[in-house]
């Protein structure tokens, strides 16, 4: 008996055999993907770069060398490339560096993957069509309407030009446990939803599919262990949540999550004009991933409260809830 308990012990401190790479660890979506999978028997190392703390390794991918080294020292079974210049507007005011970090390290890391035969999975996103006729199926023609788009799409290219066997994994707008409100399109309103003494002028133009980081992983997840399984599993995949909400809905619905009013938001229906242009309704057609058994949706009031009660102002409210 005592033996077994020895052997037992054993098992519980061995290092995973599958080994996965992520990169924008730091990311709120890198943070998921790597808790994913490090808490399904999978050895999970994350790169960052700005954020970089010490459980992540500090990478910039642009540089080429320290690339090679991390991937050859590691021999990952897969890959996850999570890291991105995200944001529309910056992606316009930097093209170059935005160019740099979308498609060049994109190829490069690509490249570096097939030579160690690891399964490359790219983040890309619905940003790559022109939200004219949804939904969108993967074999559906991209028609990017600003640079974000174009430097996503052009990545997705110089990934599968790189390497034939990777996936790409297209996904809508993001939220889920931020470190900041900032770090998340939909968790940025929640000050706007808060502070009901102003008035907020909300879009309600653009239709989104608000998609939890946490799904996203589960995801990447089970398309890593799919593969594992079957060489044929590869391509372009589509994965989104399905509550289709403008800005302004989600912020009522955050509001009536917290029961805070929503009176002082203010729908606006016109075309935006300022920044880089977006595509009115980029749904994404999800059926190929679900025919292979491969999703997780977590209801958006749900999502959005464990994501957000930590920013909440009023303590009445926690009070409430916890005590």
């Known amino acids: 008996m ?34 994913e999978f490090n ?36 021999q990952p079974h897969v890959i996850v490339h999570c890291a991105a210049e995200r944001r529309p507007d910056v992606v316009e005011s930097q093209p170059d560096a935005a160019s740099q970090l979308n498609v060049a390290a994109s190829g490069n890391l690509a490249k570096e993957a097939a030579g160690v035969g690891a399964f490359l999975i790219y983040i890309s996103t619905d940003y790559v069509f022109d939200g004219t006729s949804p939904p969108y199926k993967e074999t559906d023609v991209p028609n990017p309407l600003n640079l974000y788009g174009k430097t996503k799409l052009e990545g997705e290219k110089a990934v599968l030009e790189n390497n034939e066997g990777a996936a790409v994994l297209r996904i809508p707008v993001l939220y889920g446990e931020v470190e900041r409100l900032e770090e998340s399109a939909v968790t940025v309103m929640f000050d706007k939803v808060q502070f009901s003494n102003k008035s907020a002028n909300m879009d309600h133009w653009q239709q989104r599919f608000p998609t939890n980081v946490k799904d996203v992983a589960t995801v990447c997840r089970q398309l890593a262990e799919k593969r594992m ?14 509550e289709q909400m ?25 075309c935006p004009v300022v920044g880089a242009l977006r595509p009115r309704n980029a749904q994404l057609d999800c059926s190929k991933l679900e025919m292979l058994g491969i999703g997780q ?6 999502g959005i409260k464990e994501s957000l009660w930590p920013f909440l102002v009023d303590k009445r409210w926690r009070q409430t809830v916890f005590h």
């Not at 033996?3 to 998921?32: C, F, K, N």
């Not at 949706?297 to 749900?302: D, E, S, V």
Request: with cysteine; hydrophobic share 40%.
């Open 39 to 74: 808490e399904n028997n999978w050895n999970a190392v994350g790169c960052g770069y700005r954020r970089a703390q010490p459980r992540f390794e500090q990478i910039n991918l642009l540089d080429s060398i320290a690339v090679h080294d991390i991937i050859h020292e590691f």
């Open 2 to 35: 005592p033996e077994m308990l020895v052997e037992m012990e054993q098992e519980d401190v061995d290092i995973p055999s599958r080994r996965v790479l992520i990169t924008g660890a730091t990311g709120l979506l890198g943070r998921a993907v790597f808790k």
């Open 246 to 270: 403008t800005k302004y809905e989600m912020a009522c619905a955050i509001a009536d999550a917290f029961n805070l009013p929503s009176s002082h938001l203010r729908p606006i229906t016109d």
């Open 297 to 302: 949706r977590t209801p958006f009031r749900a």
């Open 229 to 242: 399984l079957d060489p044929s599993v590869k391509g372009t995949f589509h994965w989104s949540g399905n």
